[in-house]
């Protein structure tokens, strides 16, 4: 069926022909599960089973862990309808993984890709004790054999307790796309959409997608065919780095590269926002200018100001806590625009003057506190009665804030203020921004404490 330079008719048909003998086989679930032997132990331990929707709407599907946090799997498998666009965020349906140590953890979080029926899915809580698949950077030569696996039907068994794998050829393909075929029987049948194609190092070239399914059981009595196609995944390792550990501190433009931010107090009272880009080398071109307050609109004492990604964009943006003479507080957001440069800042949650908060009991922090990809506003807040509250201000996806909500508050006449030093960070790896402490006792003893964010 493939030839080295296939024509394009030829290639369109396989496909279209192959959607809608998936649609045909089941009303929800695209095609694909491999039909050979059963994974040996350790073969692909990063493996992964999913299941989608409940008893009255369920599908299953295979993805492979390439991080503890996410898997990768194919996109179509989340699609309302066959060849509906998957939306990013929440899936729609319940969804579940279950791992190769046993675990089953719910999947919170879909980021698929546009171009090609490759998603990744996060998990609720990490998977520390399973192996994640390395990534191949380069595309299989023609001819070149691949394993997949999957947790899909087999020649005999609709639902198998375990995965299987099989041998496949690699032909044709296209930027996005690998055309493979299976070795001798081998074929990928229904239950496996999303499951790796691995090249001989062991590495993730592709996801399955789409498949003829000959000598699958419930398909064609007459289908013999053991051709599919696959998603590339050999050019999407700067993807995947990006989506499962996102967060390059101060990258204004967004190419990976920590930046210099400069804020500039102007003698005539202007407030000027300046990016110096860095350099592949690490250096810095030269300080140009953002956004500039005009001159007497800001009092340079009143501003508390924090970096991060406040809308998830991949760029570092720049928020502040602002202090009205009256007493009422506001939250603004000056997000980075894509040549690196900070815009007007707007404005979102407001303390009114009432709520009586005391500027100078305020130390603001930034980071992505609940693991959705944007920063929020971290505050500790020193109250007068000596207790000490941490509080959390989430970002929305325009990049501005919700009020702030309460987490830990250390009891009165625990802690002495001047004895901590504060920083953030996800020190768990979990992709939430936790608080850690350093903290001097009376008899000089110095001790390092963690405050882990929940989700």
Not at 78 to 106: H, I, M, N, Q, R
Not at 299 to 318: E, H, I, W
Not at 422 to 438: E, I, K, P, S
Request: net charge negative; proline share 5%.
């Amino acid at each position: 069926m493939f030839a080295t330079r296939p024509r394009p008719a030829r290639i369109s048909g396989l496909l279209v022909t192959a959607i809608a003998v998936s649609a045909g086989l089941a009303t929800s679930v695209p095609a694909s599960a491999v039909t050979g032997p059963e994974v040996a132990v350790g073969q692909v331990p990063a493996l992964a089973r999913l299941n989608i929707g409940d008893e009255a709407n369920s599908r299953a599907c295979t993805g492979v862990l390439v991080d503890q946090n996410w898997i990768a799997t194919a996109a179509s498998c989340f699609a309302a309808t066959p060849g509906t666009p998957v939306p990013a965020g929440k899936p729609a349906l319940k969804a579940t993984a279950t791992l190769g140590d046993g675990s089953t953890v719910e999947i919170t979080e879909i980021a698929p890709r546009d171009d090609r029926d490759v998603a990744l899915v996060r998990l609720a809580t990490p998977v520390a004790a399973v192996k994640s698949v390395s990534l191949a950077t380069a595309a299989p030569a023609a001819g070149a054999e691949l394993t997949a696996a999957g947790f899909g039907r087999t020649k005999g068994e609709w639902v198998p307790d375990k995965a299987h794998t099989g041998t496949f050829t690699v032909g044709s393909g296209s930027a996005t796309t690998l055309a493979v075929k299976g070795k001798g029987t081998d074929a990928i049948c229904k239950g496996d959409t999303g499951g790796p194609l691995l090249n001989s190092a062991g590495e993730l070239v592709g996801i399955n997608s789409r498949s003829w399914q000959g000598g699958c059981l419930g398909a064609r009595a007459a289908e013999t065919r053991t051709d599919a196609i696959g998603a590339r995944t050999d050019d999407l390792a700067g993807w995947i780095r990006d989506t499962v550990r996102p967060g390059v501190q101060r990258d204004v433009n967004g190419d990976g590269r920590s930046d210099a931010l400069m804020t500039y107090y102007h003698g005539d009272s202007r407030i000027g926002f300046y990016s110096a880009l860095a350099k592949p080398d690490g250096g810095f071109d030269e300080f140009t200018a953002g956004y500039t307050v005009p001159a007497n609109s800001w009092d340079r004492n009143a501003m508390k100001l924090v970096t991060g990604d406040f809308n998830g964009d991949r760029r570092t943006d720049m928020a502040m806590m602002y202090r009205f003479n009256d007493g009422t507080i506001k939250m603004y957001t000056g997000l980075a625009d894509t040549t690196g440069h900070i815009q007007p800042f707007t404005s979102s949650y407001t303390v009114p003057a009432n709520a009586g908060w005391d500027w100078n009991s305020i130390e603001l922090k930034a980071g992505d506190a609940n693991g959705d990809g944007r920063s929020d506003a971290l505050m500790t807040y020193y109250h007068g009665d000596s207790r000490i509250g941490f509080y959390t201000a989430l970002a929305k996806p325009d990049g501005g804030f919700d009020e702030f909500t309460a987490g830990y508050t250390v009891p009165a006449n625990s802690w002495d203020r001047n004895a901590m030093k504060l920083v953030t960070g996800d020190f768990n790896g979990d992709r939430r921004t936790d608080m850690a402490m350093m903290y001097r006792f009376n008899d000089g003893t110095i001790k390092m404490y963690t405050g882990l964010a929940d989700t």
